[in-house]
């Protein structure tokens, strides 16, 4: 099965469209929709897409100044795909708490920078894709990324990540996976 980036943009849109999103049981639970798409960094010859939902926490730290710290939780679910090997695709779910280190209020030129880290469970569809043996379904990604807040009231959000997602030496062989991601967002609040 072969997916395109349009094929996954078009779910992400309807999915994340304010009206349908008003009236679904989880609308307040989600307070943006991102949309992700990369490739692994050993070879390039791994396609990555993710669609996520992301819920803000309530709290944020050291307030006051031009910087400050606060965090949400990311919902994903993810598309892998190779052209090397046999089992060429996975799935991949995962839930990772982030933190965001990000200005208070828009640089002059209207957007607002930060930077962000996060370290989450994620479970793959397949332990193989391509020459890669992740051994098991249980994984572990850590984020690491710096972006851009946009829009009139910043709804827009422009973002690279570096993600490796591995088994934490669980079980051996750990290949793992590193992951260079440009991520597209829009926050509803």
Avoid: C
């Avoid at 910087?67 to 839930?95: H, K, P, R």
Wanted: hydrophobic share 40%; charged share 20%; net charge negative.
């Amino acid at each position: 099965m072969r997916i395109t980036a349009t094929s996954l943009l078009v779910p992400f849109l309807l999915l994340g469209h304010p009206a349908l999103l008003a009236s679904s049981p989880a609308a307040p639970w989600i307070d943006s929709v991102s949309f992700s798409l990369g490739k692994d960094n050993d070879s390039n010859d791994t396609d990555v897409y993710y669609v996520g939902f992301q819920n803000k926490w309530e709290r944020s730290w050291f307030e006051g100044g031009a910087w400050y710290l606060s965090g949400y939780w990311d919902a994903e679910i993810g598309y892998m795909e190779t052209d090397i090997g046999f089992d060429n695709e996975l799935v991949d779910f995962s839930l990772t708490p982030v933190l965001r280190f990000q200005r208070d209020a828009s640089l002059s030129s209207g957007v607002t920078p930060y930077a962000e880290a996060g370290f989450g469970p994620h479970l793959v569809s397949d332990t193989r894709l391509g020459k890669r043996d992740l051994t098991t379904a249980f994984q572990v990604g850590s984020i690491l990324g710096f972006g851009v807040g946009f829009g009139e009231r910043g709804q827009y959000e422009l973002s690279y990540r570096f993600q490796h997602i591995s088994n934490l030496n669980i079980r051996k062989p750990n290949d793992g996976l590193d992951m260079h991601l440009l991520r597209l967002g829009y926050n509803f609040y």
